[in-house]
Structures are given as structure tokens and as C-alpha cells.
């Protein structure tokens, strides 16, 4: 798509890579895996042609056996890497086998369901396919009892973001459930958590708002500086807090957020895949020289400002808790995490 050689679904115009992506998200993919998922009982050879001149196949039924073999065993889709406006060098100076010429890396998307893929092997010859595709095939050995709530939409995300001497998120939040429902036809929404894997002296998250927060001087502040492209200071309206290795700040729809300069952060979170609302980007442009998209209008109608002053880190930063000693604080320990994940796929 960005080297111009390839044009969306129905068209044979190349736009700029920003506008064919974001059709090839809403539109092509999505009218494409359905056309795939009616057509795949008539399938006899699935084929990858990802190596331009050596496309390497099998047939679909010794890829379905493969993938219910997979489908019950444990598996790790292929990541792939992103450099990005706020991109950091963590991955690149801890991370084997990266392309180090690349000017930073923002992202690691470690699972995120239609962007991965499951490579397969045999004899040396490598075979991709998506990850939607295997839980379009076995969905239910993945989810087992979740099956019947979410079908083959895999309800979780995994990534790694990286901003060491690179710059800060933009100040964002998610949807509603129904908002995103009403607006988006999305079924869920994205309540997240940042898990910090490794931080620079210094570095922050950005988390809730300042406890005397006028919600309508903050909207003032951040059309202003979008149309005058003025900076505002950030930690009169939203509060932030030192980022520590293992921290976990909890994030749920609605909650205004930012990582900050100089975090390693385990990303794990529901998801819907790319609904972000961005208010505030530090006035920085994308890798292409150009502002990311600003969605004030969206964010406003969906911030929780009761999120705020002292109930943020009593509410949204995690603790540790010794329960009990022996076999019985074990079992409630766990049963807290999963407590935890619970909250993402209810």
C-alpha cells in the first residue's frame, strides 16, 4: 500500500497511504473476510503470495487439521513493528533481529487480531496466514466458554509501547459501549491497562483530571491550540503520576490518558481496533510531516471528568494486596487476576 502498488477494493486509483488505509480497515477487510468466510467450505488450496515470485500453498484440509492441532496447544502470532510520531529506541536497543536503520519504534503489535498472522513451517517454506483466519476455523477451542459471546472476534489486544527518548502519547481516550455501538456498530469498546515494563528517572503517565477541572476551559484550551497550533500545559486540566517498573494503571473507557517520554509499556486492553479519540498531540506532525487527526468533537461527548482529583490513584492505580499466606492466599490471589481479565471480556 505505501509503495503505491496496490489500489483498494473496486478501485484502481492509488490515494495517499492514509486514506486507502483507512478504507482497507472499514471497508475492504471487512468486505473481503466475510466474502472469505462464505467461500471457505468451496476452498481446496490456500496459497501465500507474500514472496513476490515463490507463493507457497497447502491444501485447507491439512491447513484446518494444523490449525486445530494449534487451536489446543499453546501459540504466538508473528509481531510486527511500527515506527510511529512518538516513537521510542527501547525496542531497538533490547529487541534481537530489528531493523536498526528504522528511525524509531513506536509500536509492537503483539496481538491485535485482523494485523497478525500465524506463520507455519515445513521443510524451511514458510506459510503466513491471518490470526482471523484461524478464529474464523477455531474459535471455539480459543475461547472456549466466551465462545458464544464474541464468535471469531478476539476480544484482546497485546502491544508494546515505546517511547524512550522518543516523545509523549497524545492526550486520548476510548468510547463508551454505546457510544461506540450507536456511532461505530462496534460491539465493545476499549478499557485498557498500561503495565510498565522499564522507565527513565523522570518519566510519567498521564492519567485523569486535575480535581478542580472545568471541562469547558479544557475544550477552550484544546480548539485553541488546535487552530493556532499553541501549546497548553497539559497538567493544569489532566494529572500525572511517576512512572515505576511494574506499575499498573488502569484505564477504562471514557478516562482521559497519555504515556509519557521515556516508558516501555506493556499495553493490555479490550479492543475494537483503532478507536481513539485524540484531543491533544503536543503539536508534533507524523513521520510524513504532517498533524494526526484531532477528535475533540468525539472525546467530549464520551470524557468521564467525575474521574478526577484523589480518586484517580485510589481508583485507577493498582495495589498490591497480600491477602493471605499458604494455599488459601494463593487461590485468592488468582482468583484476582482473573477478576482482572474478567473485566475485559464482560
Not at 88 to 105: C, I, P, R, S, T
Not at 114 to 127: A, I, K, Q
Request: aromatic residues 12%.
Amino acid at each position: 500500500m505505501r509503495a503505491g502498488s496496490i489500489s483498494n477494493l473496486g478501485s484502481t486509483a492509488t490515494n495517499k497511504a492514509f486514506k486507502m488505509y483507512k478504507r482497507f480497515y472499514f471497508v475492504d477487510w471487512v468486505v473481503l473476510n466475510q466474502h472469505r468466510t462464505e467461500i471457505l467450505e468451496k476452498v481446496a488450496i490456500v496459497a501465500d503470495g507474500q514472496r513476490v515470485g515463490r507463493p507457497n500453498w497447502l491444501f485447507k484440509a491439512d491447513l484446518t487439521e494444523g490449525l486445530n492441532k494449534l487451536s489446543h496447544s499453546v501459540l504466538r502470532a508473528r509481531p510486527w513493528f511500527e515506527s510511529g510520531s512518538w516513537g521510542g529506541q527501547w525496542m531497538k536497543d533490547h529487541l534481537n533481529g530489528l531493523n536498526n536503520k528504522e528511525v524509531n519504534y513506536a509500536w509492537s503489535f503483539e496481538l491485535i487480531t485482523p494485523e497478525n498472522g500465524v506463520v507455519l513451517e515445513s521443510d524451511g517454506n514458510l506459510l503466513e496466514i491471518s490470526f482471523d483466519l484461524l478464529m474464523t476455523i477455531e474459535y471455539k477451542a480459543i475461547l472456549g466458554k466466551h465462545a458464544d459471546q464474541f464468535g471469531s472476534y478476539f476480544p484482546i489486544r497485546f502491544d508494546f509501547l515505546d517511547t524512550f527518548k522518543g516523545g509523549n502519547l497524545s492526550i486520548q481516550c476510548h468510547p463508551s459501549k454505546s457510544y461506540i455501538r450507536e456511532k461505530f456498530g462496534e460491539t465493545i469498546t476499549q478499557d485498557e491497562t498500561y503495565y510498565i515494563l522499564d522507565c527513565e528517572p523522570g518519566a510519567k503517565v498521564y492519567l485523569g483530571f486535575q480535581e478542580d477541572i472545568e471541562p469547558q476551559e479544557f475544550r477552550k484550551a484544546l480548539e485553541t491550540s488546535q487552530l493556532k497550533k499553541q501549546e497548553i500545559l497539559v497538567e493544569k486540566y489532566v494529572r500525572s503520576f511517576p512512572s515505576r517498573k511494574h506499575e499498573l494503571f488502569l484505564i477504562p473507557n471514557g478516562t482521559v490518558h497519555s504515556s509519557g517520554v521515556n516508558n516501555m509499556v506493556l499495553e493490555i486492553s479490550a479492543t475494537p481496533y483503532i478507536f481513539t479519540f485524540k484531543m491533544y498531540d503536543w503539536l508534533a506532525l507524523d513521520l510524513n510531516g504532517q498533524p494526526r487527526p484531532i477528535n475533540i468533537e468525539h472525546a467530549f461527548n464520551n470524557l468521564k471528568f467525575e474521574r478526577k482529583g484523589e480518586q484517580v490513584p485510589k481508583e485507577l492505580i493498582a495495589k498490591q494486596v497480600l491477602f493471605d499466606r499458604g494455599l488459601i492466599g494463593k487461590y485468592c490471589i488468582c482468583q484476582r487476576i482473573r477478576n482482572i481479565f474478567t473485566m475485559f471480556t464482560v
